[in-house]
């Protein structure tokens, strides 16, 4: 029925996946980027340099970076083509080879996308909200792993940081997306774009396979504050939901159906599916900060 992660084996772990570094338009060093993260308690992250000619086509290798306690995993911001908005694509791939081929001059979005999958990479549309992605965009790029939900950089770019109204569009279509909420950190000093936004991984190991297996799995849920820790699903009667003290925790589905409890400070939640006429369900978190935290659409 779904992919909640939170009775499964292992233990979460917090993660960045879109990070930038001096190797294309970041302000820092590969070393500083990853001592920066390292040093805030994070248990890894993607360093996901764009993978442009400009930039001499960078695969940022971060393996030398990896310690016992923090680890990467290899990745890159992929481009090609250009959106209905006449933007260049950008394309979120976690868990790339280090020789991954570059874009031929006529290769489309979709097609690059999908020769990431092929190679083991998390795939996911980066920052809808803040380049205008529209629907015909998102169904012309095929399938991928996930869109990006939260964009840590976008907060002060444009205000445009938030982009669940295009995920929710799709997901009512019955298109099957997990989420994924991310700092893409640049670290230039004139946009605060650093621990906006994050995923907690569920897996057994620190290892960079076994978290990007999760990913892929969908074992993981986003945040930029509060934390969530169970959630149960009784389709047809009621979610059961364990967080950290909450102000209100909604379910939401299709269109405008959604179910929303109150609290000031509780953490344990139930909300009732009794008349809830949806294909699937997401649960928001929303802590006295206005933090919020998102567990992947789960499907009845």
């Not at 802590?287 to 499907?299: E, F, K, L, M, T």
Request: aromatic share 12%.
């Amino acid at each position: 029925m779904h992919n909640l992660p939170f009775a499964l084996p292992g233990r979460f772990w917090r993660g960045n996946l879109h990070t930038h570094s001096t190797n294309s338009d970041g302000a820092y060093a590969v070393e500083a980027v990853c001592q920066r993260y390292r040093q805030a308690g994070y248990d890894f992250m993607a360093l996901t340099d764009h993978f442009l000619e400009r930039y001499n086509w960078p695969i940022t290798d971060t393996r030398a970076f990896r310690t016992a306690d923090f680890t990467t995993i290899i990745g890159a911001e992929l481009h090609t083509d250009q959106t209905e908005m006449g933007e260049i694509w950008h394309i979120l791939a976690v868990g790339l080879p280090l020789d991954f081929a570059t874009p031929t001059v006529d290769e489309s979005a979709a097609h690059l996308a999908q020769r990431a999958m092929a190679a083991g990479a998390y795939v996911a549309v980066a920052h809808p909200a803040w380049y205008g992605l529209t629907e015909r965009d998102i169904d012309a790029l095929g399938p991928v792993d996930a869109i990006e939900i939260f964009n840590g950089i976008a907060y002060d770019h444009n205000d445009h940081a938030d982009s669940w109204q295009i995920a929710d569009i799709m997901l009512g279509r019955g298109r099957r997306y997990q989420t994924c909420a991310t700092d893409d950190f640049h670290g230039t000093g004139v946009r605060y774009d650093f621990q906006r936004g994050w995923v907690w991984v569920k897996s057994e190991t620190l290892e960079p396979a076994s978290l990007l297996a999760a990913l892929k799995a969908g074992h993981y849920y986003s945040s930029t504050g509060p934390e969530i820790h169970d959630i149960q699903v009784f389709p047809g009667d009621k979610v059961l939901v364990t967080c950290s003290p909450a102000t209100r925790v909604f379910v939401t589905g299709k269109g405008s159906k959604s179910v929303a409890v109150g609290g000031n400070g509780e953490i344990n939640f139930e909300l009732s599916l009794r008349k809830f006429d949806s294909p699937y369900c997401r649960v928001t978190v929303r802590g006295a900060d206005g933090g919020r935290a998102w567990s992947n659409p789960i499907w009845f």
